[in-house]
């Protein structure tokens, strides 16, 4: 069975840093592109950042360039999201979902986790 | 940027009844068109990719139609477990992934 399980989510201040980590199993995990996709309290869903099977094509929302950076260890089966320069806006519960190819250009988010919360608050 | 517009943004509906959800794109997207159920408290569920397709283990109550800038989600007959949130997502044109402002289907 499949399993995308996020963690790292917590209470940060404005300006700070945060790890996101999501770990798979179940399937082969460099088959495959990744994303990640948040949800501010209440709200619909928004694109994040996406990165090909081999690390080597990345895309992010505009909101998000420059401030996160989204990695993957296919050795390790986990997929990262660094935060840096947080803001409130940044509050949402954080899912990493897994794409039906290899890369970034087949948007399809076949598999998700359950999601981790981030909240940026002083 | 691709903007997606969903109606309507709620309804509320009897178990049985046929529903069907609209999600229309700001320019032609073909059948690069996919539909999610989320459920309160849980991640999205991916029912219908490529505007049609049924994705396995989804029950065939659900279908999807459409191509273009026009699409409907139909669900021929609603059940209990169907409540919740549907979110259709363009994937023609990247970055960025652009999502539909959703559907809150609410069972009388």
Redo the contacts between chains.
């Keep these: 069975e499949i399993y995308l399980v996020e963690s790292g989510g917590g209470l940060v201040k404005p300006g700070g840093t945060l790890r996101l980590s999501c770990a798979a199993s179940g399937f082969t995990f460099s088959d495959y592109s990744f994303?990640w996709?948040r949800q501010a309290p209440g709200k619909?869903?928004?694109?994040v950042s996406?990165i090909s099977s081999t690390g080597l094509h990345i895309?992010?929302?505009?909101s998000m360039r420059g401030r996160f950076t989204i990695s993957r260890d296919n050795a390790r089966k986990t997929l990262f999201l660094q935060m840096t320069g947080l803001r409130g806006d940044d509050t949402a519960v954080y899912?990493c979902a897994r794409g039906?190819s290899a890369s970034?250009?087949?948007?399809?988010?076949?598999?998700?986790?359950?999601?981790t919360l981030v909240t940026v608050s002083s | 940027d691709i903007q997606m517009t969903q109606s309507p943004s709620s309804l509320s509906t009897f178990v049985g009844d046929k529903i069907t959800i609209a999600c229309r794109a700001s320019q032609s997207i073909s059948q690069f068109l996919?539909w999610?159920h989320?459920q309160p408290g849980?991640?999205?569920?991916?029912l219908i990719?490529?505007a049609s397709i049924l994705?396995s283990g989804v029950p065939s109550r659900f279908s999807g139609s459409g191509s273009g800038t026009d699409f409907t989600l139909t669900i021929s007959s609603l059940q209990p477990e169907d409540f919740g949130?549907y979110?259709c997502?363009q994937?023609y044109s990247?970055?960025?992934?652009?999502?539909?402002?959703?559907t809150r289907v609410e069972i009388k």
């Design positions: 994303s996709v619909g869903l928004e694109w996406s895309n992010y929302g505009d899912f039906a970034v250009v087949t948007a399809v988010f076949e598999y998700w986790g359950q999601g | 996919n999610y989320q849980k991640a999205p569920k991916l990719s490529a994705q949130v979110y997502q994937s990247s970055p960025p992934i652009t999502f539909g402002g959703g």
